[in-house]
């Protein structure tokens, strides 16, 4: 059997595999193999006794996790089965996560580590709080203008007489009085200072998609943006 999404063979083990083992637990489990070749076939370890104790030991103290580490037999050859279940936690190696995808180990840096952090804590990017904001950063304006579309759709929810503290509190916009980047997107008066991608641009084409024959870059929260693009 070829290695896949969830299987490795390595010909002796090597502490580099370590970060594959973190990988699987970071994304769907899997299993490594040690004593087999790029092919799957059995070619035996020497040292599989010290293997045996040396694997789980290391495991445990670099990551912290507990898996499965079997002695196999094949045609008079030992080798070694890894079995890494998923983690419902992130799980980090020296302080750096990896990731199994397809065939390959990926380390996550930069915003691929947000989102993975953001989505095994339950989280998505939206519903983090923005510290940096505060109510005087909300646009009553685009507020007025939700509670009118909402209002002619007939999706208007009881939010009569409620301060826009309240009415964020409501929409689940905030947590604590503390504004959420959703509560930034959607009624910021100026997203584009804590977010510089928040933004549209809007082409016309002539007769083919490289005649560009205008284009303009419109700014807001996505409610004026909707408004400006329609």
Not at 117 to 124: A, N, Q, R, Y
């Amino acid at each position: 059997m070829p290695e896949q999404q969830n299987i490795e063979y390595k010909s002796n083990w090597h502490d580099d595999y370590l970060k594959w083992i973190c990988g699987f637990a970071n994304a769907q489990g899997g299993t490594i193999y040690i004593g087999m070749d790029d092919s799957g076939k059995v070619i035996g370890l020497a040292d599989y006794k010290s293997l045996m104790d040396e694997i789980p030991n290391k495991i445990r103290n670099n990551m912290g996790i507990m898996v499965e580490v079997n002695l196999l037999e094949s045609d008079s050859l030992q080798y070694i089965e890894i079995n890494t279940p998923p983690y419902s936690v992130p799980i980090s190696l020296r302080g750096r996560y990896y990731y199994r995808s397809g065939s390959t180990k990926q380390e996550l840096i930069g915003t691929a580590l947000n989102e993975f952090l953001l989505k095994k804590s339950g989280k998505t990017w939206d519903d983090v709080i923005e510290p940096r904001a505060t109510l005087a950063d909300i646009d009553e304006q685009t507020i007025k203008l939700y509670l009118k579309a909402s209002e002619k759709a007939g999706r208007l929810p009881d939010f009569e007489n409620l301060s826009i503290s309240e009415l964020l509190d409501k929409l689940r916009l905030s947590d604590n009085n503390q504004l959420k980047r959703a509560a930034i997107v959607l009624f910021g008066k100026d997203p584009g200072k804590f977010y510089p991608s928040m933004f549209v641009k809007i082409g016309r084409f002539g007769n083919s998609e490289t005649d560009l024959m205008f284009q303009e870059q419109e700014e807001g929260n996505i409610i004026r943006l909707l408004d400006k693009c329609a």
